[in-house]
C-alpha cells in the first residue's frame, strides 16, 4: 500500500520548458489537491479535485493546469515554466469529497527548479 | 478568513525532554490535523482531531475546539522528532484547509 505517489522527485527545468508532475493514490480517496510549499509563504493550494471529472482552482493557480485522468490520478502541468514557478510540490488525497473536511495524505514531494 | 497561529515558532529540546506546542485558530472549526514535515521534506500525518484527544505512542494531541485550540505533546523527545509540526484547520462554513506557519523542533542528542 504505497498511499500518495508521486513522480518525478526532482526536476530541473529552463525557463519557458513544459512539464507535467504525477500524482497517483491507492487509497480509493476521492478528493485529491496540488500545493505548494515555498520559504516564509508556508503550504498554499494550487487546484484541487474533490471527484473524478471536476477540478477547482486553489489560492494560487495562475501558471498551473490540472487533469483528474480517474480517480486514482491527478496531474498538475506547467506549460511555461517561470523562475517563480521553482518550489517544493506536493500532492495529497483525502476520502471526503469536501474540501476542508476529511484527513489529508501526503505524497513524498517532488523538488522543482526552474532556471 | 480563519487564522491560524502557532507556537513558539522555534524549539530546542535535550533528548528525553517533554514538549507542547499549540494552535490557536480564529474560528469555529469542522477540520484540524497535525502533520510533522521531517528534515526530509516529508509531510506526515500526525492526528486528525478537530475535536477531543487521541494518542499514538509518545504523541498525543488535544482540541477544545470551544476555546479555540489545540495542543501537540511531544514526550520523551528523540532525535527523529525534529522537523517542523504544522496544524492544519477547516473552518466549518467551508473552504480550504489553511495551514499555520509551523513550530520548528530540533531535537539535540
Request: net charge neutral; with cysteine.
Amino acid at each position: 500500500n504505497a498511499g500518495v505517489t508521486q513522480t518525478p522527485k526532482f526536476q530541473v527545468l529552463k525557463t519557458g520548458q513544459s512539464m507535467t508532475l504525477q500524482c497517483a493514490q491507492d487509497m480509493n480517496h476521492n478528493s485529491m489537491y496540488w500545493y505548494r510549499q515555498d520559504p516564509g509563504m508556508g503550504l498554499r493550494l494550487i487546484y484541487y479535485s474533490a471527484s473524478e471529472g471536476t477540478t477547482d482552482k486553489g489560492e494560487v493557480p495562475n501558471g498551473y493546469n490540472v487533469s483528474r485522468l480517474n480517480k486514482r490520478e491527478f496531474s498538475l502541468r506547467l506549460e511555461s515554466a517561470a523562475p517563480s514557478q521553482t518550489s517544493v510540490y506536493f500532492c495529497a488525497s483525502s476520502e471526503s469529497r469536501q474540501v476542508n473536511t476529511g484527513e489529508l495524505f501526503f505524497g513524498e514531494g517532488s523538488r522543482l527548479t526552474v532556471l | 478568513g480563519i487564522q491560524v497561529e502557532q507556537s513558539p515558532p522555534d524549539l530546542i529540546l535535550q533528548e528525553g525532554a517533554n514538549s507542547t506546542l499549540r494552535c490557536n485558530f480564529s474560528d469555529s472549526v469542522n477540520n484540524l490535523q497535525w502533520f510533522h514535515q521531517n528534515p526530509w521534506g516529508q509531510l506526515i500525518n500526525l492526528f486528525y482531531i478537530p475535536s477531543g484527544t487521541k494518542q499514538n505512542g509518545r504523541l498525543s494531541a488535544t482540541t477544545v475546539a470551544t476555546e479555540r485550540y489545540s495542543l501537540l505533546y511531544i514526550s520523551s523527545s528523540q532525535t527523529t522528532d525534529s522537523g517542523v509540526y504544522f496544524c492544519a484547520v477547516g473552518h466549518n462554513q467551508g473552504g480550504k484547509l489553511i495551514f499555520g506557519q509551523g513550530t520548528e523542533l530540533s531535537v539535540k542528542p
